[in-house]
């Protein structure tokens, strides 16, 4: 992707585009806003190096030119982050690291509306993977609206989808969504 997309939105349109140097202070300002997330995730509010650590971190066995970071800016401002990793775990898989929207930007339908754009375009996934910390509802509510099935909570490994796992993080809910052919077009074409 190199030009934004634009997605309409309830309420308006967010523009999903490639990261640039400009963005690290609206970056950091939505990772400090998720401490939510980063708390039930990790066990530990984010840290600026979360940021810069998203350019480079990879699984391993992925290549940089699989990763894929995509800024969600409503309005001017950056309000969330997509990280994922095509071909991870395996060729048509996609592996979502990271899908984080500001608690200002959450529950006005801008995540769906972003999530559902992502599946209509991917084209050749069969497989789109993720993990939501265990007991985090708004993680597991929005994964299940998507049609993602929930595993029950595992032991955390040595990575956590497309992204190393927290120092004080125990434990990950593994989410999964198959596509074929008719479900590539996204959630609403089931």
Not at 6 to 16: C, E
Not at 80 to 89: A, E, K, M, Q, S
Request: hydrophobic letters at 45%.
């Amino acid at each position: 992707m190199t030009d934004p997309w634009m997605i309409d939105v309830p309420g308006g349109r967010v523009v999903l585009r490639e990261p640039v140097p400009g963005d690290e202070d609206g970056l950091l300002a939505v990772f400090e806003e998720c401490e939510d997330w980063f708390v039930a995730a990790t066990g530990l509010p984010s840290a600026p190096g979360d940021v810069q650590s998203l350019f480079y971190a990879l699984p391993e066995g992925a290549g940089p030119d699989d990763k894929v970071l995509l800024v969600v800016e409503r309005d001017g401002a950056v309000v969330g982050l997509v990280d994922t990793v095509r071909d991870h775990p395996e060729p048509g898989a996609v592996a979502v690291g990271l899908f984080l929207l500001a608690p200002r930007a959450r529950g006005l339908g801008a995540g769906r509306a972003v999530a559902e754009a992502l599946l209509a375009r991917a084209e050749g996934v069969t497989r789109v993977t993720a993990s939501v910390p265990p007991g985090w509802e708004p993680g597991e509510h929005f994964a299940r609206r998507l049609g993602f099935t929930l595993g029950e909570p595992s032991a955390v490994g040595a990575e956590v989808g497309n992204r190393r796992a927290g120092p004080r993080e125990v434990a990950v809910r593994r989410a999964e969504l198959r596509l074929d052919g008719d479900e590539a077009a996204g959630p609403g074409g089931r």
